[in-house]
């Protein structure tokens, strides 16, 4: 079953801290991050694998379109 967070357990998102984007969000890496100025915009993903086997599932339709919230910072 999906577990579903509450703002107290979330983290705060580089581009808006708490405040909710929705469902569909993803944090992208320093290159297309660009310095912040990729906050807010929105990319449409082709779904390549297996949809979610839970609920909800965001790939039924073989793509999805998220809002970029956040910088991904790879481990190196």
């Excluded at 357990?9 to 310095?35: I, M, R």
């Excluded at 449409?44 to 694998?49: A, L």
């Amino acid at each position: 079953m999906a577990k579903t967070l509450t703002m107290a357990q979330s983290h705060a998102t580089a581009c808006y801290g708490f405040q909710n984007q929705g469902t569909l969000f993803a944090a992208v890496g320093p290159d297309l991050y660009d310095n912040g100025m990729a906050c807010g915009r929105r990319y449409r993903i082709r779904c390549t694998g297996p949809a979610n086997q839970n609920v909800p599932q965001p790939c039924r339709n073989g793509e999805v379109v998220v809002t970029i919230v956040d910088l991904c910072v790879t481990a190196n």
